[in-house]
């Protein structure tokens, strides 16, 4: 697949990614793979601001409604699944579009993940109900506790990350850092990264704007039919997890509003701090449509072959 490529568009949530991956797709006439870790699950529908159902008429997309909330999903399922759906898009096209805002799925498309071990699902269960009942504070306070490795070396801001961390140290003994390799795999196809950013003000009123959208679309009701499932590790993200409060009562529902919107705008600075610190992505506003696909259509013609390609 040496003459292969995929273009992968990336960004921030709400900066208008999913439009130029569409547009991408219909220029080069291919298909496209989601890399949103909530998009797959086809019980979330409202909260995750998935492609429209005119996108998805345009443009064939691959992890989009994929999975249940119940399937255990993480970068190494993504992993395989895009590695196995890039492939089946090469045999009639010599692009690919990826697109999507969770670095860590995208970073193991393109590097390869580390092996870990299976993790006993009531771990998981157990630290989620303990992480909702007793907050960040305690949750980072066991990970402290349990795999200093990790707290001093990892992500102490991200929840799921140090559940994540928590549970592998739980079911092994050994810390989660200590199953990585840091080997990065070559991949026998080129790849080119795309970057989308807008100005803060502006990707902000996008944001806000798009929750206020979720809310008049159903987004409440969505929840409550979900409450069931709150303890599922895919609901126990931003959208959802302000809803539930809400329904038990623990704040009213322009509280939660405002939480989705701030907790939104958090993820959204994560997302670009994790982004930035990769010098292979070229940057472009997601109004340069036009410009972006001069610019992958120039690299596509000068590209080396199987190695990602920096703009």
């Known amino acids: ?3 292969k490529t995929c273009l992968i568009i990336v960004g921030p949530t709400a900066v208008g990614k999913t439009s130029v991956a569409v547009e991408l797709a219909q220029q080069f006439n291919t298909e496209i793979i989601s890399a949103d870790s909530r998009q797959c699950y086809k019980e979330l529908n409202t909260g995750v601001a998935k492609p429209s159902p005119e ?8 992890f989009i409604n994929s999975h249940s909330i119940q399937d255990e999903v993480n970068a190494k399922v993504f992993e395989e699944y895009a590695l196995q ?3 089946n898009i090469f045999k009639a096209h010599d692009t690919a579009v990826m697109v999507g805002g969770t670095g860590l799925y995208i970073k193991a498309f393109c590097e390869g993940m580390d092996e870990v071990p299976v993790i006993n699902p009531a771990i998981r269960e157990e630290l989620v109900i303990n992480f909702k009942n007793k907050g960040l504070d305690w ?14 070396k990892g992500e102490i801001k991200n929840p799921q990350r140090m559940m994540r961390a928590l549970e592998v140290k739980l079911s092994t003994g050994r810390s989660i850092i200590e199953f990585r390799s840091h080997k990065k795999r070559e991949r026998d196809f080129t790849i080119i990264k795309i970057g989308l950013e807008l100005p803060k003000e502006q990707l902000h009123q996008n944001i806000n704007n798009r929750v206020d959208d979720m809310m008049s679309n159903g987004l409440l009701d969505e929840v409550k039919n979900l409450a ?5 590790n895919a609901l126990q993200t931003v959208g959802y997890k302000e809803l539930f409060d809400h329904l038990e009562g ?5 509280k939660a509003i405002e939480q989705i919107k701030t907790n939104t705008r958090q993820y959204a600075k994560r997302q670009m701090t994790w982004f930035k610190k990769d010098e292979e992505i070229k940057w472009f506003t997601a109004s340069d449509i036009s410009e972006v696909c001069e610019v992958v259509k120039k690299s596509l013609s000068t590209s080396g072959e199987g190695k990602s390609e920096v703009l």
Request: hydrophobic residues 35%; without cysteine.
């Open 1 to 3: 697949m040496k003459n």
């Open 55 to 62: 996108q998805l008429q345009k443009v064939k997309h691959y």
């Open 85 to 87: 759906k890039v492939g």
């Open 139 to 152: 949750l980072q306070t066991e990970v402290e506790k349990n795999d200093p490795i990790y707290f001093f």
């Open 228 to 232: 069931s499932f709150k303890h599922l």
């Open 250 to 254: 623990k704040i009213s529902l322009d």
